[in-house]
């Protein structure tokens, strides 16, 4: 009998602490959900737009975005998560370097836009801070674009000019590899060599323009020598639109404490990457030891400077409780459970996007665009003319091609004659 006492006893106590876990749980969420209807959630990278090509070409018309469930992003998944902004990437692979790589990205910029044209019910094309608030008055996500790796631009001024009138508002330097200005975060590996110890003439004068701009400078991606070298000339604050905390996860796509220190000072912004790889440096993660990285970035550099940044349809691996774009609202409880204000709750969640993003607007200036080239020796191969450049280095030019042209075509008469495949 007192056996049977003590075993209810104890089942009553189990069930009302379940209950009050359950209960406090819940008002975390409230809480989050509330946060989240007063200020938008603004994520820093998201690769919808590459899985509409890999999956569908970009043809939108053979997709509906209210059904997709091959993606961890679709229209149903967005309302849920409260996504107040997204920057969607308009990424294409570093093979299409030196090849085709601009037509590439001007086709991801072009699926942006048709997506918003197709779906006016849930996005608006945005571009400014005023636009982000606009839309989310709207209860529609803001679509802004970030183009993601300098490979994109082709080494051209012109080219950058032409992708920003076209909407886009970040430039992310490199991906994973080397462009002809500057390092990728490879280099930091030893996996590949540095070419310019960080960034060329060339890429400083790149970073000067976007600031002409008002065009947000990326560094995820990018070597430590290129973050503190855009740092150093930088006008205007910059981001690290999906990138985590190194101290956390020594991987060399994060970012290290004294960057974060810098990043604080120059009032930029960090945006947490959500990929395991770069949470917690193996194949799994979980929502917790996400939120680790928050507090990290906290702890060393302010509450200011922190974002969302998950990375979503760009990566295989997403956290145990992160697993797509409706499970967001789960973080920002996690947050608050861990006893971060209303205020610094807000401030990741989009106020320091927003504050960013319009700081780097005002930096524009009268200063005439930069019209000067990259010079053609560091731009040089055999899919690139030299129209525009002097006459005597492109006639040199014209005739190494053609002599490369004759090379290859002996080389394949003579494979062709001792029966070579």
Not at 83 to 109: H, M, N
Not at 233 to 250: G, Q, R
Not at 367 to 383: G, L
């Amino acid at each position: 009998m007192v056996s049977d006492f003590a075993s209810a006893v104890c089942l009553t106590l189990w069930v009302s602490c379940c209950a009050f876990t359950s209960a406090a749980e819940d008002a975390y969420m409230t809480r989050a959900l509330k946060l989240m209807s007063e200020t938008p959630l603004i994520d820093g990278h998201n690769d919808l737009p590459w899985q509409l090509r890999k999956q569908f070409n970009n043809q939108l018309n053979s997709v509906n975005l209210n059904t997709l469930e091959t993606t961890h992003t679709n229209i149903p998944k967005i309302k849920e998560g409260r996504l107040g902004a997204q920057f969607w990437s308009a990424y294409v692979p570093c093979d299409s370097q030196y090849k085709d790589a601009v037509r590439q990205t001007l086709e991801q910029i072009d699926v942006v836009h048709r997506m918003c044209q197709k779906y006016p019910e849930t996005f608006m094309f945005a571009t400014s801070s005023k636009d982000i608030m606009d839309a989310f008055g709207r209860k529609k996500t803001a679509s802004l674009i970030g183009v993601e790796g300098g490979h994109s631009i082709d080494s051209s001024l012109g080219t950058l000019r032409t992708m920003y009138q076209l909407g886009v508002r970040y430039l992310t330097l490199t991906h994973s590899c080397n462009t002809p200005w500057a390092d990728n975060w490879l280099v930091d590996t030893g996996s590949e060599p540095s070419q310019h110890n960080g960034l060329s003439p060339f890429g400083k004068q790149l970073i000067m323009e976007m600031n002409r701009l008002g065009m947000l400078i990326d560094l995820a991606h990018v070597t430590v020598a290129v973050m503190n070298q855009v740092l150093d000339i930088s006008k205007a604050p910059v981001i690290f639109s999906h990138s985590s905390a190194y101290k956390i996860c020594p991987h060399k796509r994060n970012v290290p404490d004294d960057v974060l220190k810098r990043v604080n000072q120059t009032e930029g912004i960090v945006m947490v990457n959500f990929y395991n790889d770069y949470v917690t440096c193996k194949k799994t993660a979980n929502l917790s030891d996400v939120a680790d990285h928050f507090d990290h970035i906290k702890k060393v550099a302010g509450a200011g400077i922190i974002g969302f940044g998950g990375d979503y349809d760009g990566v295989t691996r997403m956290p145990e409780g992160l697993e797509d774009v409706s499970k967001v609202p789960n973080l920002v409880a996690e947050l608050l459970r861990r006893n971060w204000t209303d205020v610094e709750v807000k401030a990741a969640l989009g106020n320091n996007l927003l504050r960013v993003l319009a700081k780097v607007s005002s930096s524009l200036t009268d200063r005439s665009p930069d019209d000067v080239p990259i010079p053609y020796e560091e731009v040089e191969n055999p899919c690139r003319t030299s129209y525009g450049y002097p006459v005597d280095n492109a006639g040199a030019i014209h005739s190494l091609s053609t002599a490369a042209l004759l090379l290859m075509l002996c080389v394949q008469a003579l494979n062709g004659l001792m029966g070579c495949s």
